[in-house]
């Protein structure tokens, strides 16, 4: 192996540790996000969306940089590019770097998962609460708000200006 593959495959083993790096505080910041949302604290839960972006950004940066790393040991091995893959790639470096890219691909693709699953635990408690708040405000509505304002006749009722639990008058 050249020395300028043996420089790329060691940079591509570095970004892939920094992409991993980056999946965990996004992973983290998902572990908190289901906390804040189940104690209900809005600011909390903005300041941790804050913290959800930057993960996200600087993951696809880092995804960025990756694919240009890919593209440059693409060039330098001269293989196809249409299905290249980290698993593609692990014959052409020396053993070290093969169980380096190995463990890498390994340990992003598991937090990766994980990432997914809790997101998706998270999408479900927020579709939940806010069934539940949606419901709650119905009930509200239907407590505070008049019941039928018109007669079958078209006209307008008067005097049916109290909601149906809770009255103005006494």
Known sequence: MNNELHSLYDSLVSVLR???EVY???????LNEREILSGSCVNELYEN???????ILKAKMVKDVRAKLLEKIIY????DRRD???TTLLPHGDD???RELEECRSNLLSILINVNELSKKNK??????????RKSIDFL???ISPGVTYMNTGRLKANNVNGKIVSKEG
């Not at 965990?24 to 998902?30: E, G």
């Not at 969306?49 to 993960?55: D, F, G, L, M, Q």
């Not at 330098?76 to 293989?79: D, R």
Request: glycine content about 2%; proline content about 0%.
């Open 18 to 20: 920094k992409e991993i």
């Open 24 to 30: 965990k505080k996004l992973y983290d910041s998902l």
């Open 124 to 133: 479900a408690l927020l579709v939940s609460s806010l069934f539940y708040v």
């Open 84 to 86: 290249i893959r980290l």
């Open 49 to 55: 969306n804050s913290r959800k972006e930057t993960c």
């Open 141 to 143: 509505g239907q407590a």
């Open 96 to 98: 070290s770097q093969k």
């Open 76 to 79: 330098a091995l001269n293989i």
